[in-house]
């Protein structure tokens, strides 16, 4: 069946997703004209939703509207990059002015440099600072250099950390766990990770003795998903000391923890001094811009005048919107308001207490589930049948990785979708971010569609 005809077919058995089909006509007839266009009807792999995703219009604040008038309560958060909410007043005001100015100058701007000293004013560890496009740029910058750096060429990840698409990440996220190559990845690029499961110190300790070879460590600082699998502070000082004592950099990937965890990001958080760092999402504002930051003799490689009187060949780095003067406007707005206002605490705060009420409703209702998380954001974890605890004193360190992300696909899948038929939106794992725009209000009405879905589930023999 062709995706057009999966669209138009509306035979189901489930009136949840009938439901949803008929709060979105208007989604529904865009996702038919998608799907004639993008591969699957969609543009990022996050968006792939069963029978679609809905299509938005516009978004203020920590809500957004679909092209048929249906207000979410959002979650999604941008995919975390919109810690100040949508359209946040200051960086819409920065981000007009700016377009009025010209949006591509093809030489240096005084902004990138003001956006430079906002990311340094944050991140003590920031001793140079490189601008790209995206996190995966940056990913892929920081990895390089290290390579470059240290004259070795493997990396050491950690199974469910995600650090791009780019081909030096793509075994081991989801899939090929074994490290073999995903498809159109050579092997011998899938060769140069070596992959060990999170928070095990003796694996770590192992790969080192057993490969001289290994460039860097990079990871996700609170965990894969933003901590659904989550990694403690210890375990970070530990690959601190392991780095140091095998000639290893360590990189911090904090495109998605950074500014979020703390203004600084999680080395501030966790008083942590990686050797590289990647920022995305938020370092911009919300606005496409990521940067690579921290020692000046790693950043110096990239550095035509140190480079030359080194005798060392220069890493080459173009990049037509590397520090694009309107993510520059739109960053340093953002990063002054994290600076210089609670901003990141009061997301935290509005985190804990929906962790709090959507664990009160699946101890009421009876749900062998538990929302968890830290910082601004949360996830769900799904128990397996024949098991049981108690939500609010779920313990995700004591599960494994296997156990925290293998999630039910057609319960999930269901479940997301009777949260936007009830005027939430969530990401695909059933978890999200918040923003210091949500409200008390935002949360009851959350905590109230959470307990509605439920119930739709339960009808439906999902339970």
């Keep these: 069946m062709s995706m057009a005809m999966a669209l138009e077919d509306r035979r189901t058995n489930s009136r949840i997703v009938a439901a949803y089909r008929d709060r979105t006509p208007g989604s529904a007839e865009l996702a038919r004209e998608a799907g004639e266009l993008f591969p699957s009807g969609i543009t990022h792999d996050a968006r ?5 995703g809905p299509y938005i219009a516009r978004a203020l604040g920590p809500h957004k509207w679909d092209v048929d008038g249906n207000r979410y309560v959002d979650f999604f958060g941008g995919h975390g990059a919109l810690i100040l909410g949508h359209c946040h007043p200051a960086v819409v005001a920065a981000v007009a002015a700016a377009v009025g100015q010209g949006t591509q100058f093809g030489a ?14 944050l991140v003590p560890a920031a001793e140079r600072v490189r601008f790209t496009s995206s996190g995966t740029e940056a990913t892929l910058m920081a990895v390089r250099l290290a390579r470059a750096f240290t ?14 698409w780019h081909d030096h990440m793509t075994s081991g996220y989801s899939d090929h766990f074994d490290g073999s190559p995903t ?8 060769e140069k990770s070596v992959l060990v499961e999170p928070n095990d110190e003796a694996a770590v300790e192992a790969a080192f003795a057993a490969n001289p070879d290994i460039a860097a460590v990079i990871l996700e600082p609170t965990g894969s998903s933003f901590g659904q699998v989550p990694i403690g502070p210890d375990f970070l000082r530990f690959l601190r000391r392991v780095t140091e004592a095998n000639g290893a950099l360590l990189i911090f990937d904090e495109v998605v923890t950074g500014f979020r965890v703390s203004p600084g990001g999680a ?13 995305a999402k938020i370092v911009a504002g919300g ?13 110096d490689l ?12 220069k890493i080459g780095h173009p990049g037509t919107f590397n520090a694009n003067p309107v993510s520059a406007a739109s960053g ?8 210089e206002t609670d901003a990141c605490a009061r997301a935290a705060a509005t985190a804990a207490t929906l962790r709090d009420g959507l664990n009160k409703v699946l101890e009421e209702e009876g749900v062998n589930w538990a929302v968890y998380g830290t910082s601004s954001g949360f996830h769900t974890y799904f128990a397996p049948a024949g098991t049981t605890l108690k939500p609010s004193a779920f313990d995700p360190t004591a599960m494994s990785r296997e156990d925290l992300k293998g999630q039910p696909k057609q319960l999930t899948a269901r479940l997301r979708l009777a949260l936007l038929v009830n005027g939430v939106d969530v990401n695909g794992r059933i978890g999200g971010f918040t923003s210091c725009t949500h409200q008390q209000a935002d949360v009851d009405a959350t905590v109230t569609a959470w307990r509605s879905a439920i119930r739709m589930l339960r009808a439906e023999n999902e339970l």
């Excluded at 060429?153 to 650090?163: A, P």
């Excluded at 080395?267 to 920022?279: G, H, T």
């Excluded at 606005?287 to 020692?295: I, K, L, Q, S």
Aim: proline residues 6%; hydrophobic residues 45%.
């Design 48 to 52: 792939h939703v069963d029978p679609y």
């Design 108 to 121: 240096s701007h005084p902004a990138e440099i003001a956006w430079a000293k906002a990311v340094q004013r």
């Design 151 to 164: 004259g070795r060429s493997t990396l050491l990840r950690f199974k469910g950390h995600f650090h791009g």
């Design 183 to 190: 498809p159109g990845v050579l092997a011998g690029v899938a």
């Design 267 to 279: 080395q501030v958080a966790f008083d942590i001094r990686p050797d590289l760092s990647s920022w």
């Design 287 to 299: 606005m496409p811009g990521a940067c690579v930051t921290g020692r000046k003799d790693i950043l």
């Design 302 to 313: 990239l550095d035509f005048e140190v480079m030359a009187k080194s005798g060392r060949e």
């Design 332 to 339: 340093i707005a953002a990063l002054t308001i994290l600076a």
